[in-house]
């Protein structure tokens, strides 16, 4: 975690400019001078208030990720169990894949989690957060768990993230929109009786939500 003493502005001011630089460079591409340069600040004052690179990663996932849980949550505010709450939330995710930001710095973090028991940790955390917000999403849409199945929250994420990766690292023609349409036929298994036409709700523009 950071060194004490880094007010929340600085750590957001910092932070973003790290989750740029990851996204941009990858993290083994991402040095500290980068990084200070983006954020508008001192390497003196980047190594006074983060240990080294490592939690500066950890630091950028959880900004990202706080930022995208927030818009998705805010998204699907006062929205009843159903297809307009799903549309809702897919709406927010089809933004970030947009953006890629918050996945490409997911996929560096997941690459570092192999070896690296602190980002594992932080992301094992952020992940419980992440699923309740999918489980609201997709309440009464899909059947109960069974018991030695897996729960519906890692199936819709596993397609989530295996989609936005095909769409950021791969050489094909894949947008958010797509990834919605795969993400429903998983989930009601094609159009079904039970899948009812989505819900048109105005798109906020790219970068709208929480900064």
Request: hydrophobic share 40%.
């Amino acid at each position: 975690m950071p060194k004490l003493g880094i007010g929340p502005m600085r750590r957001d001011q910092i932070c973003r400019g790290a989750a740029t630089v990851i996204a941009r460079e990858g993290f083994t591409g991402a040095t500290m001078r980068m990084v200070a340069e983006e954020a508008g600040v001192s390497t003196g004052m980047l190594n006074h208030y983060f240990a080294n690179r490592q939690h500066l990663l950890i630091q950028s996932l959880v900004f990202v990720s706080e930022r995208s849980h927030e818009q998705a949550r805010a998204s699907m505010e006062g929205l009843p169990p159903g297809r307009a709450r799903l549309d809702a939330f897919l709406d927010s995710m089809h933004q970030d894949l947009e953006a890629a930001e918050t996945w490409r710095v997911w996929l560096n973090a997941y690459g570092e989690a192999v070896h690296l028991r602190e980002v594992r940790h932080t992301m094992e955390s952020l992940l419980a957060t992440w699923y309740g917000l999918i489980s609201h999403a997709i309440e009464e849409l899909v059947p109960d768990d069974v018991d030695g199945e897996i729960p519906w929250t890692n199936r819709v994420d596993a397609v989530l993230k295996g989609l936005a990766l095909q769409a950021i690292t791969a050489e094909v023609t894949l947008d958010g929109e797509q990834v919605r349409g795969e993400l429903i036929r998983t989930l009601f298994g094609g159009a079904s009786a039970q899948s009812p036409p989505r819900v048109q709700r105005p798109r906020p523009p790219l970068g709208a939500g929480v900064a």
